[in-house]
């Protein structure tokens, strides 16, 4: 059975795009790595100093606005203040649910769109059987992704009793990440640009690589011949490769 052969030219452009294939899968991979890394890094981070602000402001009945009264001892004005002031402070939204998964309030009451997200991503980890309490990480809504942390906010968390009710309370911090996935995907579709162009410049070098090579493999080819027909005058061919002056 005879091999099936294939040309020089083709074995070069198939080593080329080979490279090439390995080195994008790479450079995806790891950019894909990085960025998942940063941004959950850097969320996390925003969302554990929001926690622990509110810890604080708990603990100390403090209102960040210093336009109004610093302390007071209404459970439900404290609540409110503190999820206001610490709404604003960074990209993390924030909201008071109960055990329920209802919004018990928003940082923004008159902000439809507040409100609505809050209430979805509630609604979402009641679906997916999160348990309150705890950091959820990200959560999906839509084409929509948030990470999320949750903990109890009550005499637990501070020097005085805060929640009145029967029903336990948390906060729901919850910081969205479509911008920053926003912006992976416009280097994403930097990355593909390079590449591609990358691709083509390969093509273009494999092709002076292999026709380079063919042109001396047939200088050699027809020297052979001239020998086959009995000719046997030497020639200086001078290759810039070694292997095929040698040769």
Not at 176 to 186: M, N
Not at 188 to 199: E, S, T
Not at 200 to 210: D, I, P, R
Request: hydrophobic letters at 45%; proline letters at 2%; zero cysteines.
């Amino acid at each position: 059975m005879t091999k099936k052969k294939i040309s020089l030219r083709l074995h070069i452009f198939i080593s080329f795009f080979i490279v090439f294939l390995i080195s994008f899968a790479v450079i995806i991979l790891s950019f894909t790595i990085v960025v998942s890394n940063y941004i959950r890094t850097d969320s996390n981070d925003k969302l554990k100093i929001t926690e622990d602000k509110a810890r604080f402001l708990a603990a100390q009945k403090i209102d960040a606005r210093p336009a109004l009264p610093s302390h007071t001892d209404d459970p439900d004005i404290i609540k409110q203040r503190i999820v206001e002031s610490l709404t604003g402070s960074s990209d993390v939204r924030v909201a008071l649910i109960n055990s329920d998964y209802s919004i018990d309030l928003s940082a923004s009451p008159g902000s439809t769109i507040d409100i609505t997200t809050a209430r979805n991503i509630a609604n979402q980890l009641e679906t997916d059987a999160i348990k309150l309490g705890t950091n959820a990480g990200l959560v999906k809504i839509g084409s929509s992704s948030y990470y999320v942390s949750t903990f109890l906010f009550d005499e637990s968390n501070s020097k005085s009793t805060i929640n009145t009710s029967n029903t336990n309370q948390y906060l729901i911090l919850y910081l969205d990440s479509s911008p920053y996935l926003a912006f992976a995907e416009s280097i994403y579709g930097i990355l593909i640009v390079i590449l591609v162009i990358a691709l083509t410049l390969s093509l273009l070098v494999s092709l002076f690589v292999s026709n380079s090579i063919i042109r001396s493999i047939r200088k050699l080819t027809a020297f052979a011949s001239k020998i086959g027909s009995g000719i046997f005058k030497r020639q200086e061919f001078n290759f810039f490769d070694k292997e095929l002056d040698i040769l």
